[in-house]
C-alpha cells in the first residue's frame, strides 16, 4: 500500500519505519504542489499546521484514509487542550474533510517506543478511533508484520477521550515520570 505522511519529524520517521516494516511503501511530503497521495495519509504535523494542509490538499485528500496523530494541547500553558470539551481534533477535521476517512491514531505513542516496537517488555500498543471501520481494517491490515498491536478503540467520538490520554502522557514526560521509551501497553 502507498503511504504518505505529511511532517519530516522524529514522528513522522517512526511511524513510516512501522509501515515499511510491513512492506508498504511510504514517501513523505513537505509543501510541493501536485504530488501523488497514498491510499493513507497521516498528517504528522502540530495540530496548528493541519488545516493549512486541509486547505490545500482538500481535493485531493477525498476518498483517502486520513490518519490525525495531533495531540491539540496548548503549548504556551501545557495545561489545557485547544479543542472544546465535548469534541476532539480530530472530529474537527472529519467534518472540514467530509469525503475523507479521518483516523485518530499515533497520538498516545512516543517516537521512542514506535522506533523500538516496545514499552518495557510489552509490544506498543496503537489505538484507533474512526467511524469508518473498514478504514480502521484497512489502517490494521497497512502495519500487519510491524511490531505494532493495533487496537479498534471504537468511533470517532473516542479521539475524545485518547487526545486526553497523549496530553496527560505528555505532561508525565515532559516532568520525566516517563521516558521517551515509556507509554502504556495492553497485553492480549
Known sequence: ????????????????????????????????????LGQIVILAVPY??????????????????????????????????LVPAGTSAAEE????????SVIKAFNTNFSGTLT????????VTVFMASDD??????????????PLNVVDAGSLKRARELEAFGFFQMTLGVRQKISSLGGFSLNK
Open 1 to 36: 500500500m502507498q503511504i504518505t505522511i505529511f511532517g519530516k519529524g522524529t514522528m513522522g520517521k517512526a511511524i513510516a519505519k512501522n509501515f515499511e516494516d510491513a512492506g508498504n511503501t511510504v514517501s513523505f511530503l513537505g509543501h510541493e504542489d501536485g504530488a501523488e
Open 48 to 81: 496548528a499546521a493541519v488545516d493549512n494542509i486541509i486547505e490545500r490538499y482538500k481535493d485531493q485528500l477525498a476518498g483517502k484514509i486520513v490518519i490525525d496523530i495531533t495531540n491539540p494541547v496548548d503549548f504556551a500553558t501545557f495545561d489545557s487542550l
Open 93 to 100: 477535521f472529519q467534518a472540514k474533510l467530509p469525503q475523507s
Open 116 to 123: 523500538t516496537g516496545k514499552v518495557g517488555d510489552n509490544e
Open 133 to 146: 471501520d473498514q478504514a480502521k481494517e484497512s489502517l490494521a491490515q497497512a502495519l500487519q508484520g510491524s
